[in-house]
């Protein structure tokens, strides 16, 4: 319990991926019997390899892979005021 308490008076806590954002990490016995416990569940979810461990997770796509020079800022053609009454009636 020191240990933790010492790490979060200090920020030496940073955020781990691996950890945070698969659904298993251990040996690779351990994240296939995870996967195979959840079935259809982890349709999607991979068997990754990372820093001697293995991780089940979604492999990450980069968002704007596709995106072309249409997408870019659309700037004030994209701007409509709107006319809002504050008024609360309390109905």
């Not at 990372?50 to 991780?55: A, K, L, M, P, V």
């Not at 968002?63 to 409509?80: C, W």
Request: aromatic share 8%; glycine share 8%.
């Amino acid at each position: 319990m020191e240990l933790v308490t010492e790490s979060l008076v200090k920020g030496n806590n940073p955020r781990q991926a691996d950890w945070t954002e698969s659904i298993a990490v251990g040996s690779r016995k351990f994240v296939e019997t995870i996967k195979e416990n959840l079935g259809s569940r982890a349709k999607g979810r991979k068997i990754l390899e990372s820093d001697g461990g293995f991780q089940l997770r979604e492999e990450v796509n980069t968002y704007n892979a596709n995106s072309d020079s249409n997408n870019d800022n659309i700037g004030v053609q994209n701007i409509f005021c709107w006319h809002v009454n504050h008024e609360y009636t309390g109905s």
